[in-house]
């Protein structure tokens, strides 16, 4: 019985002659076959899968750390102020009082009087002592009501401060930059010539240009101005209240320019000279000192702004010295002397 002949799938080798034949070349033609041979003895395996980068095997592992740098660093704060206890008093005093004494705080009176001393002048009038008040009123060109108001002296801080010479010191404040400067009439009442000087020590000759008796106000106009002259920055007093803060700016008793701390005391206050010759009202009620020479100076607010004109001071003992009681006419009553219109 004829058998089923059997194939081996093994290769051939290569005749004898075959490699006789090609001398040196045999083995460059037996490795391809042989790496044949391997890929087919290995029948269906696959090549292993390449090496991921180390950061896509570990991501995972780099997300919780960082959700935990992330959290730790949200909690900080908090881990800190459960670790430290809370400070006392004591130690906040201490702290407080260590600063103040390193840097001192500004001081509010001195940045008020900073802001207005630019707009702040003396004024002096020159007039004769012994012209009767007609006379005194038509030298300075002054309407007989006017002198008639103001002729005597009366219970106010300029009203003798003069020497003998017959010169009168007063304050005054420019409200308008091209040299228009509000003051009292009783300064410059019975004035032959009227001088200002200005901040920068220059100095001017100064007319009166408007007068409002019953406010005893004047306004003056310098007929030589700076060139960076400042103009005082006017505030109502509407929202003025007894308590506030002010301070008045002036040369009392000649000597200036000078500023003194004190409160409002009260509004609407009326006030008459000893005489009878001065009768106020409407008036500012404040207790910063001011004497002669004050007179027509402003009353600044601690923001540096101007609600009044210093005019009087009260003198029971007729000492014309402050004793605690001054009055100033409220900037509305100014500004209508100025012309310009209502806050």
Do not use: C
């Not at 089923?4 to 037996?30: I, K």
């Not at 980068?53 to 740098?69: D, M, T, V």
């Amino acid at each position: 019985m004829a058998r089923t002949p059997l194939y081996s799938r093994t290769p051939q080798r290569p005749e004898p002659a075959s490699l006789a034949t090609t001398g040196s070349s045999a083995p460059a033609t037996a490795a391809p076959a042989a790496q044949h041979a391997e890929t087919a003895s290995s029948g269906s395996a696959r090549p292993p899968p390449p090496r991921r980068p180390w950061r896509q095997r570990h991501e995972r592992k780099l997300w919780l750390i960082g959700a935990l740098l992330l959290a730790l660093i949200a909690g900080w704060p908090a881990w800190t102020l459960k670790v430290k206890p809370p400070l006392s008093v004591e130690q906040i005093d201490a702290a407080m009082r260590e600063s103040i004494a390193k840097e001192p705080l500004a001081s509010a009176a001195a940045a008020a009087y900073a802001a207005v001393i630019p707009s702040v002048v003396r004024v002096i009038g020159e007039h004769t002592v012994a012209a009767a008040p007609a006379t005194a009123a038509k030298s300075a060109k002054l309407p007989a009501s006017a002198a008639k108001t103001g002729a005597k002296p009366g219970n106010t801080p300029a009203d003798k401060a003069q020497d003998e010479e017959g010169r009168s010191v007063g304050t005054g404040v420019v409200i308008v930059d091209n040299g228009l400067i509000l003051t009292n009439l009783h300064v410059v009442a019975h004035a032959n010539r009227i001088t200002v000087s200005f901040f920068d020590g220059s100095e001017s000759e100064a007319v009166i240009v408007s007068l409002q008796p019953e406010n005893d106000l004047a306004v003056l106009r310098a007929k030589t101005i700076p060139d960076d002259l400042h103009a005082a920055t006017l505030r109502s007093t509407a929202g003025l209240s007894p308590g506030d803060e002010v301070v008045a700016v002036g040369f009392p008793f000649g000597i200036g320019p000078s500023a003194s701390q004190g409160v409002v005391s009260g509004l609407k206050r009326e006030f008459r000279s000893p005489e009878g010759q001065r009768s106020l009202s409407n008036l500012i009620q404040f207790d910063a000192a001011a004497n002669p020479g004050n007179s027509g100076g402003p009353l600044v607010t601690l923001d540096g702004h101007v609600v009044g004109i210093v005019t009087a001071i009260m003198n029971p003992n007729q000492q014309r010295t402050f004793i605690g009681i001054g009055f100033a006419v409220p900037i509305e009553n100014a500004a209508a002397a100025v012309g310009m219109p209502p806050f």
